[in-house]
């Protein structure tokens, strides 16, 4: 996967989008890289037969939140079979 593609694709996205840019720096860098992480684990998820993304969070809200993006990506592609998403609660860790 082309890096650079990636980050344009999904920044060319994001700064269409209000509530992204009412947010501050660093949080829109977490969006940002919360997004490239979702989309290489995608990606690799479709080109590779044997590949089973597993995505970790670090609280309930991600947790909630990137659940309804992977079903709606779920009902696009038909991945739900390459798709897992476990929840990890981190006492007193931030999410990175």
Excluded: W
């Excluded at 082309?2 to 660093?26: A, C, G, H, P, R």
């Excluded at 995505?55 to 909630?64: F, L, T």
């Amino acid at each position: 996967m082309d890096n650079n593609l990636l980050t344009k694709f999904i920044l060319s996205f994001l700064v269409e989008k209000q509530d992204y840019l009412d947010l501050s720096q660093t949080q829109q860098q977490l969006v940002f890289e919360t997004c490239k992480t979702i989309m290489t684990a995608i990606y690799n998820a479709i080109k590779y037969e044997n590949v089973y993304p597993v995505i970790m969070c670090g609280d309930c809200e991600a947790k909630n939140i990137i659940t309804t993006l992977a079903e709606g990506v779920t009902d696009i592609k038909n991945i739900e079979n390459y798709y897992n998403l476990y929840f990890h609660k981190r006492i007193g860790e931030k999410l990175s």
